[in-house]
């Protein structure tokens, strides 16, 4: 291999590490368990998610920490990375500013920095028992199902 082909070589390797390093970055694969969002999602699914709340609007599909049984978000620390967390798959149905859903709430309007969230599932524990979500609890939203 002359020179000029190493050279080529090495950009092409460190092209490719890179573009791995920011895919792993910005988008992570999660498999559904549960019930919560059925029929839309089953155990099983496979999703992809975007990190971050980049795109976040009312009826997109997000990954949020689960909340403490007890507390529900409030004293969740902020999310900082997959680890050290269960999580939850539910759709956003409400943002800052936005009337609280019927039988969400005591009514009024969504406080800043928070978003309410249900599963498609009637069933689903969400913000009905524990209230709205904190933007920081988010893990990243939707893009597409994969399987």
């Known amino acids: 291999m002359n020179g000029w082909m190493a050279l080529t070589a090495a950009a092409v390797a460190v092209a490719v590490l890179a573009l791995a390093w920011w895919l792993r970055r910005t988008y992570v694969a999660i ?10 999602l089953v155990t099983g699914d496979r999703v992809l998610i975007r990190r971050g709340a980049g795109g976040l609007r009312r009826g997109r599909i997000v990954v ?9 978000w409030r004293h969740n620390p902020p999310v900082d990375g997959l680890r050290g967390t269960g999580w939850y798959i539910k759709r956003a149905v409400a943002l800052a500013g936005d009337q609280y859903p019927e039988g969400v709430g005591s009514g009024g309007t969504v406080s800043e920095g928070h978003l309410v969230l249900l599963g ?9 028992q524990y209230g709205p979500c ?6 990243g939203v939707m ?5």
């Open 143 to 147: 893009v597409r199902r994969l399987s």
């Open 31 to 40: 498999t559904v368990a549960g019930l919560s969002m059925s029929p839309t």
């Open 120 to 128: 498609d599932n009637p069933r689903s524990f969400d913000s009905k």
């Open 64 to 72: 949020v920490a689960r909340p403490d049984r007890e507390t529900g």
């Open 134 to 139: 904190p933007r920081n609890q988010i893990l």
